[in-house]
Every structure is written in structure tokens, then in C-alpha cells.
């Protein structure tokens, strides 16, 4: 399975922009990217997906390189409910589990400061 | 509200004594999974389920079962639990199995298992 790299760790002041990256540079062709965060003691939450153009949501938005080999989570106003462990995921497009199970690496901690 | 309902949240119980993590969604999903959170090894898929009566292992189905008689209901069953089974256990749903599995999962907000 194609991995992704991401900072262990990121810190952030309050209503500033934050840029999360990730690294997947052994993606195919029909992997989706997927973010997830889990705030401390919940389950991981859905953020944001996409598989070739960037992509905007109420939550964030997700940022593609033209070859796919990296992706950016942005949070265009962080403030301290976003402090969370964010986890860039890579997911087929294929048939059964594959498509649907979670692959989690160890994610980005972001520490938001007020 | 939408959500995906685990139950308990909290349990800590002995070896060998048989349990079970129930796990309700009331958006009428297809699929739904289970995963435990280790510190160090992220979160592992135990189980999943692409629809009812359908099941099958993840990467560490050991020691553990599921069944899948309603859509709703996904429960997770440890007959004789394990000291090794100690976990933070995450049930999760989505929409759809198969060529659309690419759909938002939503968890629910897990059940710590200690097993002495």
C-alpha cells in the first residue's frame, strides 16, 4: 500500500492560516486522499478528500500537487477546538475493503496557541 | 442526529470473562468496521462488514468476533478476553461497501477495554 509522511508535530497561533503537509509520493493512480483528525479522547473525525483537483469544504480546505506526490490540508482560521492529530490517509478507489478500510500513520499533532 | 453509538465507553473486566462492544448507526449504512488504537501502532482494522450477514477479518481479527443480523447493529464479541486485548476500540460506518467505498467513515467515540 502506498504510505504518507507527514511532521510529527505542528504548532499554530490562534485565527492564523495553518498548512498541513503530507507526502505520498508512491501514490497510484486511483487513490483518493483523505484527511481525518481525532480531537483527544473521540473517534477520528472526516475532514476533507479529493483525487486530483484541490477541494474546499466547510471544514478546510485540501490542496493537490499537479503529480499527486503531495497534498496540504489548510485551516484557514485555526482556533483551539482544532487542536487535533491529523491524519492524511490514502484510499482505492477499488472494490470490497479495500475502498473503505483506514489505513492511519502516526498523523500530525497540531498545537493551536491562544 | 446522526451518529454511530458504542457501548460501553469505559469496561475493565478479567481474563476469560466473555463481553461484548455493542455498536448502533442510524444513518442506515452499508459498511461498517472495527478498529483498536494502540500508542506506537495506530488504528487497526479488527473487522468490517460490507453489508448484513456479511463479514470479514481485518488485519488483527484474533481473539475476537462479529455478527451482522441487522443493519444497524455491528457488535464486537471477545469470548475469553486477554490482557493483549487491552485497547481503545473504534466502531465506524459509511455509506456504501464496495465501488463506492470511497465515502466519508464516521466513528464513534470508542470504548476503552482494560483486561487484567
Known amino acids: 500500500d502506498a504510505k504518507t509522511t507527514q511532521p510529527n508535530s505542528m504548532e499554530s497561533n490562534e485565527e492564523e492560516p495553518v498548512h498541513l503537509p503530507c507526502n505520498h509520493s508512491?501514490?497510484?493512480?486511483?487513490?483518493?486522499i483523505h484527511w481525518y483528525r481525532q480531537l483527544p479522547s473521540q473517534g477520528p473525525e472526516y475532514v476533507i478528500h479529493?483525487?486530483?483537483s484541490n477541494v474546499n469544504n466547510r471544514m478546510a480546505s485540501l490542496a493537490i500537487a499537479e503529480d499527486r506526490k503531495s497534498s496540504t490540508l489548510i485551516l484557514h482560521r485555526a482556533t483551539l477546538r482544532d487542536a487535533a492529530v491529523y491524519y492524511c490517509?490514502?484510499?482505492?478507489?477499488?472494490?470490497?475493503?479495500?475502498?473503505?478500510?483506514?489505513?492511519f500513520g502516526g498523523g500530525t499533532r497540531l498545537m493551536v496557541k491562544p | 442526529e446522526a451518529q454511530v453509538t458504542q457501548n460501553p465507553r469505559y469496561l475493565i473486566t478479567v481474563t476469560g470473562k466473555k463481553l461484548t462492544v455493542t455498536c448502533s448507526q442510524n444513518?442506515?449504512?452499508?459498511?461498517m468496521s472495527w478498529y483498536r488504537q494502540d500508542p506506537g501502532l495506530g488504528l487497526r482494522q479488527i473487522y468490517y462488514?460490507?453489508?448484513?450477514?456479511?463479514?470479514d477479518k481485518g488485519d488483527v481479527p484474533e481473539g475476537y468476533k462479529v455478527s451482522r443480523k441487522e443493519k444497524r447493529n455491528f457488535p464486537l464479541i471477545l469470548e475469553s478476553p486477554s490482557p493483549n486485548q487491552t485497547s481503545l476500540y473504534f466502531c465506524?460506518?459509511?455509506?456504501?461497501?464496495?465501488?463506492?467505498?470511497?465515502?466519508?467513515?464516521?466513528f464513534g467515540d470508542g470504548t476503552r477495554l482494560s483486561i487484567l
Open positions: 465506524a460506518s459509511s455509506l456504501r461497501g464496495g465501488v463506492f467505498g470511497n465515502q466519508p467513515q464516521h
Open positions: 508512491t501514490i497510484s493512480g486511483t487513490d483518493y
Open positions: 479529493g483525487l486530483t
Open positions: 490517509i490514502l484510499r482505492d478507489r477499488g472494490w470490497g475493503n479495500a475502498g473503505n478500510m483506514l489505513t
Open positions: 444513518m442506515n449504512h452499508e459498511y
Open positions: 462488514s460490507m453489508n448484513v450477514e456479511v463479514t
